[in-house]
């Protein structure tokens, strides 16, 4: 089977080769001569998934299919890798095709985090009523504490959920909405905001009914998969999912491999840079954040840009001493802030995603190199755009 497989490949035209193997995510290409009978999990995007889910049915494929996303024409399947090339990679209803069992890790865990260097302790004490309150945040990783005092009363539970608990998560959203009620130092950035969780065994958005019910506004995302230098179907969903719903925020961690370099993308071998740790981190209307030290200096391990395509990444830092998860924690509360401060401003409605994720970027500040770069994108993101003052200026 193997031999006769070969020769259907190399007999194909060379156009046609290529178009084929394009549709596979990058670190699948090299293995399309290993292919096995083993079942695995695929993810794939189409053209049109109602044609699609008819071609499977077609092909005798139906019950492969155990997952979907509309929003996006995404289809999850359990196939192996033979089944993936001889009945699906050629079809014309095929755009892309990765692998749906890459595991996603934390970007490690802080032991404490300080939001002076974010200037978010100057917000609290001058404009004490901005505290992110009637905004809703969801954490996706798994569960933050239930139980913990800090959340009293703010949490708005979801079968999204994984029903796993995890200090990793409960931190995050500590740094992001902690109430501050076990001790001062635990008093997040939007400490009256409302928290949810979302499991990330899928690295695509939830189901559309999930943020629509819980109006959540901002979506943080502080886990990493390896370095992916390519614009996968999970970054076409997540830039569906805001197409579709324009006031919703996704934030990304950066990743902690900026030590390390790509191996296969457009800046392979380039020690140091394109290490970012996802390709749903790709997507153009979310926001990468990287971390930096309370006095603005970028860490080694922090991962760099730039995307596959040349773009800005990450676009921000923000303090993380212990990687860049707490750092997109650090800005998914301030954009709580910075939206509910619009919302004031604007008869109580959120502002689009596109314009607090501009606001952000123009309103940071420079550090490290002088100017726009690769490690800390457009600069340290301080909160001082939660001013309503500013805010006025800023945003309207």
Request: glycine content about 8%.
């Amino acid at each position: 089977m193997i031999t006769i497989l070969l020769l259907i490949w190399e007999s194909m035209p060379a156009q046609t080769t290529l178009n084929a193997k394009q549709k596979l995510a990058p670190p699948l290409r090299n293995q399309l001569m290993q292919r096995s009978d083993e079942s695995q999990k695929w993810m794939l995007k189409v053209t049109d998934l109602t044609a699609f889910q008819q071609f499977l049915k077609e092909n005798n494929l139906e019950n492969a299919a155990y997952r979907a996303y509309p929003e996006a024409n995404i289809i999850f399947l359990n196939a192996s890798f033979s089944v993936i090339y001889e009945k699906l990679l050629h079809s014309h209803l095929v755009v892309f095709i990765d692998r749906a069992d890459r595991q996603p890790q934390v970007e490690s865990a802080v032991s404490f985090f300080d939001i002076s260097a974010n200037k978010v302790n100057l917000v609290h004490s001058v404009y004490p009523n901005l505290n992110g309150n009637e905004q809703t945040v969801s954490v996706k990783e798994e569960d933050f504490d239930l139980e913990d005092i800090d959340f009293a009363g703010r949490i708005l539970l979801s079968d999204a959920a994984s029903g796993k608990l995890s200090t990793h998560a409960t931190i995050m959203s500590s740094i992001i909405g902690g109430g501050g009620n076990t001790f001062y130092s635990g008093k997040g950035v939007a400490w009256g905001a409302h928290l949810t969780s979302a499991d990330f065994e899928f690295l695509i958005p939830e189901n559309p009914n999930y943020y629509d019910t819980l109006n959540i506004s901002v979506q943080n995302h502080s886990y990493g998969v390896g370095i992916e230098n390519y614009y996968g179907a999970d970054a076409a969903a997540y830039d569906a999912s805001v197409i579709n719903r324009p006031k919703l925020l996704h934030i990304f961690s950066s990743g902690n491999r900026g030590n390390a370099s790509d191996t296969i993308g457009n800046y392979k071998n380039i020690e140091g840079y394109a290490n970012i740790t996802g390709s749903f981190k790709m997507s153009k209307n979310s926001l990468s954040v990287g971390s930096m030290d309370s006095i603005g200096i970028v860490p080694i391990l922090s991962s760099k840009g730039p995307a596959y395509d040349g773009r800005v990444k990450p676009e921000l830092v923000a303090f993380g001493l212990d990687g860049s998860s707490g750092a997109a924690a650090m800005v998914s509360g301030i954009t709580l802030l910075l939206q509910e401060a619009y919302k004031t401003l604007n008869n109580d409605k959120n502002p689009p995603a596109a314009l607090i994720k501009a606001t952000l970027i123009n309103s940071a500040d420079d550090v490290g190199n002088s100017g726009i770069d690769f490690e800390s994108g457009y600069g340290a993101r301080q909160c001082l755009a939660c001013n309503a003052n500013i805010t006025t200026k800023a945003i309207l």
